[in-house]
């Protein structure tokens, strides 16, 4: 019998969002099949995910591999389909903003089959990032939306989304962490690496605004020796920003006593970082509400975010490319009076459950 319910992922930020909703299901014994689109291929950015999640093996795997976004958006639609004729689910859950989200979303539609999108209503307002692209055409093809903070179910009406179509059951990314936040700490992670509690700092930089020309990437090394004057820092380097590194002859300029680079590194050991870090530097969307929810201080190096609420009331502030500012409040953090952050709404380790018995309702 074929399974009603796909759930696909693709790149390292979907895992730790269908890993609870993986859970739930088995839990409540609802068959699902998981497909793997394989937008990110490299071990350390997919499989040790799998490991660290506890996450089984997908049923499909369809190895789209990098290139362009209209490349790699086109290979897996073309994939995508092909698994889709075979199988004919009632209902896929995409998740977040990345390229498998808006193809996997784009081919069950014109399949007249049902998707839900979980992360619905996240807005950035700034059409020069792709991702608020996909997460905005996502929204207007789902059947179900899944929103995480109140910005997006005002963003969504604002859009004239039928209000029957979207649910606020706050943010899947906070069940993950609870779920694992013994294991991250017992890790202790940070220890091996010769750090101190609350006496480093966390550095995650991959964003095309920061890291894909030289004169950013520049502005960005610059932030990092003047942070790694005050505080020693660890800086786990994307493989984007690592190959521009090199590309741009740059590499060399990170080799400070207080820099310790690492690969890319799993949920669990990355997870203990950031509980046991000052603060935290970042381009990341989903460190910011990780972040939030554990009241850690966190910068964050663009010019918006489509997660206002954890600056409203999180720890989040936005830096841009303001050097200024960073070095106030850098300075406010290692002097400790940032500000502490407040409780959100429905971040309580409970959205796959509401999520899932949603489904149950409305589909199964």
Known sequence: MNSNIFIIGGARPN?????????????QKIKFKLIHTGQHYDYNMSKIFFDNLGISKPDYFLNVGSGSHAFQTAKIMIEFEKVILKEKPKLIIVVGDVNSTIACALVAKKLLIEVAHVEAGLRSFDKKMPEEINRKLTDHLADYLFVTEESGLFNLKNEGIDSSKIFFVGNIM???LLTNSKLARENNYYKGLGLIRDSYGLITI????????????????????????????IFPIHPRTQKNLKNFNLDEQLKKPNIILTEPLGYLEFLNLMMNAKFILTDSGGIQEEASYLKIPILTLRQNTERPITIEKGTNTLIGNDFNKLKMYVDKILSDSYKKGQEIEKWDGKTSQR?????????L
């Open 206 to 233: 991959h964003r095309a605004s920061n890291v894909d020309t030289k004169k950013d990437l520049e502005r960005v090394i610059k932030t990092l020796n003047y942070i790694q004057s005050k505080i020693k820092i």
């Open 174 to 176: 906070i069940d993950n």
């Open 15 to 27: 895992f730790m969002k269908i890993a609870p909703l993986i859970r739930e299901l088995e839990r």
């Open 355 to 363: 999520i899932v018995e949603i489904i149950k309702n409305k589909v």
